[in-house]
């Protein structure tokens, strides 16, 4: 591929690098979505919701690939879309480079023109009636590009993501292969030069040998436009391939974020314990015998009391169903887990600090 | 498990030599419109009682197609089918549609990716189970309702007398995949063809799900098909492989064989291009150039060959045959002596 065709974007002027490269790009604090659920007339007793995100704290730093694994329903993708601000928070704020999301320093036109994704259904997300060239060019023409800007622009994006413009830029999506048109949104999703991208499943659609080549993709993209990741997928292997820190939910919540390798190697909580020994052995010798977890994740409408693992966790005592636990606040590795906090009243937990 | 009387095979017939499920030379076209869909090129599958065995490939290289051939759910007008079938002995491409509706059930069943899509949404599970218990077997209401009652105690669904009465939609996709298995072997049949049957369900479900058809393989003798496209599920449920390109089976062998020494450049390429727990940090994945082969349009001879790094003029020309490789390992492919050096280090630590 010719190199000189796109040279590296320049940032405009709203994308500077303000805190350094020591703040936190993102900062999520508090974050809480409830979505209310319908009731009858005569229904008794507070309104239900399903409790989808509740009380989610992280940060993404810059340049880094975070990745977000769980298994479905405990809010991967809501919390993706609250990140993107597509779903408001009931409570909660976000921290963009140290800026406050949606305050008079960063409205949201300008946070989102900083923050794009791409989704796992490559065919839905793109307008069918529109060539892609005209899809990719679509956004910056909106922040007010030039038209012919734009579509410059957005036949250099088709060539740097391997779809040569002559061939493909004047095709519709249902002309493409499902691994051309996620290069299309990922094309897409870089046309307003971002700084964050949110990959919610955006590689699990795509057969192996194609999704080898979109990863490859991605991590080149990541290095030559310097972008910073949210990588939310239900396979640990990938997760583990692209992912620096890797953010394990549960139920709506945090259980435990960390650096990769300490999280995949020496994983604390029981339910990335259970999580990872879930993966399939590769080995047909040593075939997994026992299922890590038995049954399906409770309901989120009305999670368990206390640590909302304790129904499913092989290392539950009675204290578990009672003191909900906290993050703990190691910088490195954190831990939503009693047997890890001091004092808890949990057998396993380290002793108090005498006082 | 004394209410339902399956049929016992022990553990230990799963060596039985002559196929019970015999495909010879299978091949399926399909019509749609002007183009023609060579879906099918000369497939041969051998499956032994109490056998399982996986079939790999990417989306388009027919592993469904053979699943569906088998129980013959192609619509009749727009299918060409070539070729041979035999389970137990009997052709299935002849059969009238009064032995087939015979043979769906009792002798083959399937397991569906989306048991949403595959289940009825405006009856319960129970009536579903039922309806096709009473289907097949001179049975009272009472004496079905009591048969898919052990049933889904089997396939381990939590209270399961309240669970008969549920509709799908009310169940949880991990507990939809055990009903749907459930009512896949009410007839007792003797060939389970599983549609990746996992592939729609989360990691700690999706093991669930592959240790209870372990478990029902070797309790009840079951023949498995198991059609994937995760090599890591075939790896935890699988006897034999076959890995498929294009309407055909490229490369055949056990789960060990094809995991430590493939021999086929697709299985080779397939292998490297997966993330697995052993990779260096920032080390690039081994990608396989180009796309899948276009099934309007397949080239007359290897249709690996415009992606393979090996191939030559004579992989273009002719389709290559079936090499026998030594216990029971077959691939189709004129380069065998360039692929034996690539053969180790397939079998990663792939967990902490």
Do not use: W
């Not at chain 1, 304790?310 to 578990?320: D, F, G, I, L």
Request: proline residues 8%; neutral net charge.
């Amino acid at each position: 591929m010719d190199s000189s065709v796109i040279s590296r974007p320049r940032p405009p002027s709203s994308h500077i690098d303000i805190g350094g490269p020591q703040q936190a790009l993102l900062s999520v604090r508090g974050l809480i979505k409830h979505f209310p659920l319908s009731r009858s007339m005569f229904a008794r007793g507070p309104a239900t919701a399903v409790r989808a995100v509740d009380g989610v704290d992280f940060d993404i730093r810059k340049g880094e690939t975070l990745g977000v694994v769980g298994e479905s329903g405990c809010g991967k993708s809501t919390t993706a879309r609250l990140v993107m601000q597509l779903t408001m928070q009931d409570k909660g704020e976000l921290v963009f480079d140290g800026q406050t999301v949606g305050s008079r320093a960063l409205p949201l036109r300008d946070f989102r023109r900083q923050t794009q994704m791409v989704f796992q259904d490559s065919y839905s997300s793109l307008n069918p009636r529109m060539t892609i060239e005209d899809s990719i060019a679509f956004a910056p023409s909106v922040h007010g590009v030039p038209h012919k800007q734009a579509i410059v622009k957005a036949r250099s994006l088709l060539d740097r993501v391997g779809l040569s413009p002559v061939r493909f830029a004047g095709r519709y999506p249902h002309e493409l292969s499902g691994g051309q048109r996620q290069r299309v949104n990922i094309a897409r999703a870089l046309a307003l030069e971002p700084r964050l991208v949110i990959l919610d499943e955006a590689v699990s659609a795509l057969d192996k040998s194609v999704e080898a080549q979109v990863l490859n993709l991605l991590l080149d993209l990541k290095e030559e436009f310097g972008l910073t990741y949210m990588f939310i997928s239900h396979d640990l292997h990938v997760v583990r391939y692209v992912s620096q820190r890797v953010l394990v939910m549960y139920l709506g919540e945090v259980v435990e974020i960390g650096d990769v390798n300490e999280v995949f190697d020496n994983p604390r909580h029981p339910y990335t314990q259970a999580l990872l020994r879930s993966m399939p052995s590769m080995d047909p010798n040593r075939r997994t015998e026992e299922p890590p977890l038995s049954g399906d994740p409770p309901n989120p409408i009305n999670p368990p009391s206390g640590c909302r693992f304790h129904t499913r966790c092989p290392h539950a005592q009675p204290v578990c169903s009672q003191t909900p636990p906290p993050l703990s606040d190691e910088t490195g590795h954190a831990v939503r887990c009693l047997m890890y906090q001091p004092g808890s009243g949990h057998s396993a937990a380290p002793m108090g600090v005498a006082a | 498990m004394s209410v339902i009387d399956m049929p016992v095979h022990t553990p230990d017939t799963v060596a039985d030599s002559t196929p019970f499920l015999s495909i010879r030379d299978l091949h399926v076209r399909f019509s749609a419109g002007r183009k023609t869909i060579d879906a099918l090129n000369g497939v041969d599958l051998h499956v032994a009682r109490g056998e399982t065995v996986a079939l790999i490939g990417e989306s388009g290289s027919g592993k469904s197609v053979t699943l569906r051939t088998l129980m013959r759910l192609h619509p009749p007008r727009r299918t060409t089918v070539s070729g041979r079938i035999e389970v137990g002995g009997r052709d299935v491409l002849a059969m009238s549609p009064k032995e087939l509706a015979a043979f769906r059930g009792p002798v083959v069943s399937m397991v569906f990716q989306e048991p949403l899509l595959a289940l009825d949404p405006v009856y319960t599970l129970g009536q579903q189970i039922e309806e096709m218990l009473r289907r097949h077997e001179p049975l009272s209401r009472d004496q079905a309702r009591a048969r898919a009652l052990a049933l889904f105690e089997r396939v381990r669904i939590p209270s399961p007398e309240r669970r008969l009465d549920a509709y799908p939609h009310e169940m949880s996709g991990g507990m939809r995949q055990r009903a749907m298995i459930a009512l896949a072997l009410a007839c007792r049949p003797q060939i389970l063809l599983a549609d990746e049957p996992t592939t729609a369900l989360d990691a700690t479900v999706q093991i669930q799900i592959l240790l209870l058809l372990r478990e029902l393989q070797h309790e009840l003798g079951l023949s498995i098909v198991f059609v994937t496209h995760d090599i890591g599920a075939a790896a935890e449920i699988a006897d034999r492989v076959a890995v498929m390109y294009g309407g055909r089976i490229v490369e055949q062998g056990t789960m060990s064989q094809l995991l430590t020494a493939p021999r086929h450049p697709y299985t080779i390429a397939l292998l490297k291009s997966r993330a697995h727990g052993a990779m260096e940090p920032g080390q690039r994945l081994e990608t396989i150039a180009g796309s899948p082969p276009d099934l309007s349009a397949l080239p007359p001879g290897c249709s690996f060959a415009p992606r393979c790094p090996l191939a030559i003029e004579a992989c273009h020309a002719a389709v290559p045959p079936l090499t026998p490789l030594g216990n029971g390992q077959t691939a189709r492919c004129i380069r065998l002596d360039q692929t034996a050096s690539h053969t180790q280090g397939f079998v990663h630590a792939a967990r902490p």
